[in-house]
């Protein structure tokens, strides 16, 4: 295991369309977050799990947008009826309990035409 | 509202001389701070961190320097060299939470020319 895995690297997608991206995180890692990045600026919070409990959600995350860690291993990001303002670069990381350095898989680049 | 500012979006630096990027951030509840490096199409990568305590942290050729009285971090790249380049972010924890979220800037672009 060499770090954070995420899949598909990027993503094609028509407006009104549904998504779903993954995140494999280290294995030893139990804290799991969810952000994302827009051009201009740094990656922003949407939600965080420890082990399989969603502990928090950011507002930006809409009713359009659902996580889950099923088991505590592995999670998925799905976005509903995807918009053009979804566009972005969803980015996954993990770290171990309180340790304060998470590690960033490569991301899933959106594209809503 | 931006809690961790990066007011510089690029800062050009010529090999083998010092980089200095800047941050600043106003939530005074802040209590450790990090620096990620990213590269296009990657995910951003852990560089260097300070704990709220301390005012200098080192790591061979990279240091941190934290100024709590006036809400500054600075990280000093010596000397910087061309695989430098890169986006820098400046990110914040705050410690009225458990959960490790992180606020992050809007990055500085480094580029070190030959």
């Known amino acids: 295991d060499t770090g954070v895995s995420q899949n598909p690297r990027h993503k094609i997608t028509k407006r009104g369309q549904n998504v779903t991206f993954r995140c494999d995180p280290i294995?030893?890692?139990?804290?799991l977050y969810w952000y994302r990045q827009t051009l201009g600026q740094g990656p922003e919070f949407l939600t965080y799990?420890?082990?399989?409990?969603?502990?928090?959600k950011s507002r930006l995350l809409s009713d359009r947008f659902s996580a889950e860690r099923p088991k505590g291993s592995f999670s998925t990001l799905e976005i509903q009826r995807t918009e053009q303002g979804d566009s972005a670069m969803y980015l996954c990381a993990s770290s171990f309990g309180s340790g304060t350095e998470a590690f960033f898989g490569q991301g899933t680049r959106l594209t809503v035409v | 509202d931006q809690q961790v500012k990066q007011n510089s979006p690029s800062l050009s630096v010529q090999e083998g001389r010092i980089s200095i990027l800047n941050c600043d951030y106003t939530n005074s509840m802040f209590d450790y701070f990090l620096w990620y490096k990213k590269y296009p199409a990657e995910g951003p990568t852990f560089l260097i961190s300070i704990s709220s305590i301390k005012d200098k942290n080192e790591d061979g050729r990279f240091t941190v320097f934290l100024n709590k009285s006036a809400k500054h971090l600075s990280l000093h790249i010596v000397p910087s060299q061309p695989g430098d380049s890169a986006v820098y972010f400046c990110?914040?924890?705050?410690?009225?939470?458990?959960?490790?979220?992180?606020?992050f800037g809007r990055g500085t672009q480094l580029t070190v020319w030959p």
């Open positions: 990110a914040a924890r705050d410690r009225g939470s458990t959960l490790g979220r992180l606020y």
């Open positions: 799990f420890q082990n399989e409990a969603q502990l928090e």
């Open positions: 294995s030893e890692h139990n804290r």
